[in-house]
């Protein structure tokens, strides 16, 4: 049977290793760190057995080459941490970001200048976190702080490496198994004074496995968190689902404001589920070596 994904042993660098390798970027640059990407991700490949079979198992769903693909997939991913390091650096070009349609870029500058905050409900395609760069440049007007929300059980050497330059980026991390009535208190005044929020709502919290909804994805049923889309709702900001992916050299950024016709709390919530798992299917099959979900 295949773990879920926060079952599995964290692979890979521990927070002083992805310390290590960004000051090695901050001295040398970009290309010794992707060489040392590329071994990372082949040893952690050899040895991460489950991470490795589960890939495996989303692209034989999706009838991809799975070996070959799951390789590409890990390499994708040791990219998309350097592209990390250097947006965290503050180097990162923004003329990289593309948005899927001028439409799009508009809404967003549209909220930035009349300070009005967004919650995003993102995904684990792509590589959404490096839109701080976008976000907090001079693309757009009055740039605000950036709160992000992430799992802290299986992701603590990340969360680790992010709360050391979470002051220099203007960032703050919050575990999303501790959100608390404070935690809200505080999200809502920051969405009312036009920051923005990200949250993924596509991986079930270990400490909430229980509290989930279930959807039909890829042809089969699957549970998705709960928490996420209610969380969501509740801070009542206007709501965007977004994907950030990398195309060539660029990033491409693809946004959908949700909205509905429903007035019932009960149907907006169906309706915010439904419209989160449909666009996750989309992307995902639009970019399925981005998919860095590593369980079940």
């Not at 010794?32 to 034989?60: G, N, T, W, Y």
């Not at 070959?68 to 003329?95: M, Q, W």
């Not at 050299?249 to 309706?271: E, G, P, V």
Request: proline share 2%.
């Amino acid at each position: 049977m295949t773990k879920k994904w926060f079952e599995l042993k964290e692979q890979g660098a521990g927070a002083g290793r992805l310390m290590l390798s960004y000051r090695i970027y901050e001295m040398f640059g970009e290309a010794p760190v992707r060489i040392i990407a590329f071994f990372v991700v082949l040893v952690v490949f050899l040895k991460a057995k489950d991470q490795r079979e589960s890939v495996v198992k989303f692209f034989r769903t999706i009838k991809k080459p799975a070996y070959i693909s799951a390789f590409r997939l890990f390499l994708n991913y040791g990219n998309s941490l350097v592209d990390k390091f250097i947006s965290f650096s503050g180097n990162f070009d923004t003329e990289k970001f593309v948005f899927e349609c001028e439409s799009q870029k508009k809404d967003i500058k549209a909220h930035i200048e009349d300070s009005r905050g967004i919650f995003f409900l993102t995904t684990h395609v792509g590589n959404v976190e490096i839109l701080r760069s976008l976000f907090q440049s001079k693309t757009f007007p009055s740039p605000k702080r950036v709160n992000v929300f992430l799992q802290s059980s299986a992701c603590e050497t990340f969360n680790s490496f992010l709360k050391k330059l979470e002051t220099k980026l203007n960032l703050e991390v919050f575990p999303v198994e501790e959100i608390s009535a404070d935690t809200s208190i505080m999200i809502s005044e920051r969405l009312k004074a036009g920051e923005f929020v990200f949250m993924a709502g596509d991986r079930v919290s270990a400490q909430n496995y229980n509290k989930v909804y279930e959807k039909e994805f890829l042809g089969k049923t699957i549970e998705l968190p709960l928490g996420a889309v209610k969380f969501a709702q509740m801070m009542g900001s206007e709501i965007y689902f977004i994907v950030c992916a990398k195309e060539s050299k660029n990033y491409k950024i693809h946004t959908r404001k949700f909205s509905t016709d429903s007035s019932a709390k009960a149907d907006i919530l169906k309706d915010l589920q439904d419209g989160y798992v449909k666009f996750l299917e989309e992307f995902v099959m639009r970019y399925p070596y981005q998919f860095y979900n590593f369980g079940g």
